[in-house]
């Protein structure tokens, strides 16, 4: 709740954070470090979870998803985190909204073969709009 949200890829100022998702290049939950970004990294929900049956591999968002999701959940709801609205509402979750990020962060295509349109206005593509061109002489991340 009193959480300093700080964006950066500086090393010094990352190991200084408690928590540091989708930059650092390392993925290591004691330590609190979710980043995907490593030629090694090929963890999924059924790696990490083994009754989980999804494949796909994991971006930042589903590690984090997956390290905390039930817990969120569990108290948003006011039920048992081992429950079966909180296991049944994780499971529907993942696999309605967090695995298609998870995929698309990866580039993992939806379908086989030419799309024959674009999707544009997935979660994905919104915050990528948020974001400065790769040509922008201003690349600072906020300004509004």
Not at 103 to 114: C, T, V
Request: glycine share 6%; with cysteine.
């Amino acid at each position: 709740q009193d959480a300093e949200v700080v964006r950066t890829r500086d090393p010094q100022r990352l190991a200084q954070c408690d928590v540091v998702v989708d930059v650092g290049g390392e993925y290591d939950p004691e330590r609190h470090r979710y980043d995907h970004h490593q030629r090694s990294f090929a963890e999924s929900m059924r790696s990490l979870r083994p009754d989980k049956p999804w494949s796909t591999k994991l971006s930042s968002a589903g590690l984090v998803y997956c390290h905390f999701g039930s817990q969120i959940l569990a108290e948003l709801l006011g039920q048992p985190e081992d429950g079966p609205v909180v296991r049944a509402l994780y499971d529907k979750l993942y696999e309605n909204f967090v695995e298609e990020i998870d995929a698309i962060d990866n580039g993992i295509a939806q379908a086989e073969g030419e799309p024959r349109y674009a999707l544009t206005t997935t979660l994905s593509a919104r915050v990528g709009h948020l974001n400065p061109r790769w040509n922008d002489p201003d690349q600072d991340t906020e300004v509004g």
